[in-house]
């Protein structure tokens, strides 16, 4: 299947700073891209969903101004949490579609994001 | 609004014996229903989905699922258990157009016991 990699793993940040994380699609280009956040024993829960060259569309109550998403191209999607508190802690999980309507979603690895 | 149940968090199963992991979802609409395994440290992987037709799938590694409607269930199976299938599982449900807007289950960790 198709690979999409996700940059880092793992990040330890203090409160207050800026943290990126990116979403890369490593063989195949990547019309559509969405973003998912994991509590501990929790669902994953989207956060946005973005298409290359174009405004991410956010989910019911989460802060546009705070969980920055860019798209700027096909193969890759970044996810800027500003302005961290340790509240944001959790487990960032990003997906990619290739083209559009109904074809499967390729999910990365997840980034596990601390604030302290 | 449409929700996963997966009753079960952890669940431990002994290497060759049947597996049967549970999933109710509720959903006004015909709903598509979908299976992922998640590795430590690996992204989620597509076991097997529903969109229509049969209500059994077959899907990779020698997983099936069967979708019953009077139930709102799509319980997943595997006939026998290979150590290499530990790892946690993930049923969601799809809206619309099939693959987006996923909505998931809280997971079940599947623990293979020698």
């Known amino acids: 299947g198709a690979v999409v990699s996700q940059h880092p793993s793992w990040v330890i940040c203090k409160s207050g700073t800026s943290v990126k994380i990116e979403c890369r699609s490593l063989?195949?280009?990547?019309?559509?891209m969405f973003w998912y956040r994991q509590f501990p024993k929790q669902s994953l829960m989207l956060m946005a969903t973005s298409n290359e060259g174009s405004k991410a569309t956010y989910e019911q109550g989460v802060e546009k101004d705070k969980f920055l998403i860019n798209h700027a191209s096909l193969t890759l999607s970044t996810l800027t949490v500003t302005s961290a508190h340790p509240e944001d802690s959790s487990f960032y999980i990003c997906?990619?579609?290739?083209?559009?309507?109904?074809?499967?979603?390729?999910f990365g690895q997840g980034t596990r994001l601390t604030v302290v | 609004a449409q929700s996963v149940t997966q009753p079960d968090i952890h669940i431990t199963v002994s290497e060759g014996a049947s597996l049967e992991l549970r999933c109710n979802y509720s959903y006004g609409a015909t709903p598509y229903l979908f299976w992922y395994v998640q590795s430590p440290g690996q992204g989620l992987q597509l076991l097997l989905k529903y969109f229509s037709g049969d209500t059994l799938v077959q899907g990779i590694k020698g997983f099936e699922a069967e979708f019953k409607r009077s139930q709102s269930s799509f319980n997943l199976r595997k006939p026998s258990v290979h150590w290499s299938d530990a790892a946690e599982y993930f049923c969601a449900v799809g809206l619309n157009s099939g693959y987006s807007t996923l909505t998931f289950g809280k997971g079940t960790m599947l623990l293979v016991s020698p």
């Open positions: 063989d195949f280009q990547a019309t559509t």
């Open positions: 997906s990619a579609r290739p083209g559009r309507g109904n074809t499967e979603a390729f």
